[in-house]
Nanobody, 121 residues
């Protein structure tokens, strides 16, 4: 089992910035990809940003150039720096991680509990 604990959500005005973090703990042999998804009211959960163990990143088109995903492998933590926030970024943001519990075991995905981000004046 892997536990993911998110922090950093809140209320911010349009154009502002907010930073999220997500720390992983539990039975972790190795953490592969880590990333962020979001779900707005009445909409499906969507991919936001991801980062692989080696540091390569990928972003949804809607956040490219505004959001930055990073990770600290020693701390088993992934971060999301959100800049130039827009009202349409309002959603519950979920951390996701793909981990391997033991050598030779298959990878599995875990989710955080979610943190609310509200962009409003």
């Amino acid at each position: 089992q892997v536990q993911l604990v998110e922090s950093g959500g809140g209320l911010v005005q349009p154009g502002g910035s907010l930073s999220l973090s997500c720390a992983a703990s539990g039975s972790i042999f190795t953490l592969n990809a880590m990333g962020w998804y979001r779900q707005a009211p009445g909409k499906q959960r969507e991919f936001v940003a991801g980062i692989f163990k080696g540091g390569s990143t990928t972003y949804a088109d809607s956040v490219k150039g505004r959001f930055i995903v990073t990770r600290d492998n020693a701390k088993k933590t992934v971060y999301l720096q959100m800049n130039s926030l827009k009202p349409e970024d309002t959603a519950v943001y979920y951390c996701n991680a793909v981990a391997v519990a033991a050598s030779g075991s298959p990878p599995f995905a875990s989710w955080g509990q979610g943190t609310q981000v509200t962009v409003s004046s």
